[in-house]
């Protein structure tokens, strides 16, 4: 049985807003090297000293490492979305073919009869 079109907006829905949480995140832990960051470059402006426990460059380092699935997370989530949860194509039981825009219950290339349920009539819908 093809799930219906309903079910598949709400699973793509469900793994986009997924897929959002996921890069928030990648952002939220990001953001305890950018913390500690923000505390050295102010502590520095006012005289004192921030104990450098990882250095400036490990720092960045970590924020890059951390942003950057997150960007592409929050970038790339309708591509993702789409790609994880696909439209379904009926196809042939039997030899896999796409039994779209189909003039008869016959598989044009294995020539198995199809259940009415799974064949696309190929009547033109532009009225
Ligand atoms: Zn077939």
């Known amino acids: ?53 990882y250095g400036v460059e490990t720092t960045f380092r970590w924020v890059t490492v951390l942003c950057t699935p997150g960007v592409l997370l929050l970038l790339s989530r309708s591509l993702l979305t789409r790609w994880l949860v696909p439209l379904p194509v009926p196809r042939c ?8 825009r189909l003039e008869s219950n016959q598989c044009p290339e294995c020539g198995l009869r199809l259940p009415e349920a799974l064949v696309e009539r190929g009547e033109d819908d532009c009225q």
């Open 1 to 53: 049985m093809m799930p219906d079109m309903a079910s598949i907006i709400r699973k793509r829905y469900r793994v986009r807003r997924r897929l959002l949480y996921w890069s928030i995140g990648f952002f939220l832990v990001a953001t305890m090297p950018m913390a500690n960051l923000l505390f050295e470059v102010v502590f520095r402006l006012i005289g004192g000293e921030w104990p450098d426990w």
């Open 93 to 100: 039981p039997r030899c896999g073919y796409e039994v779209v």
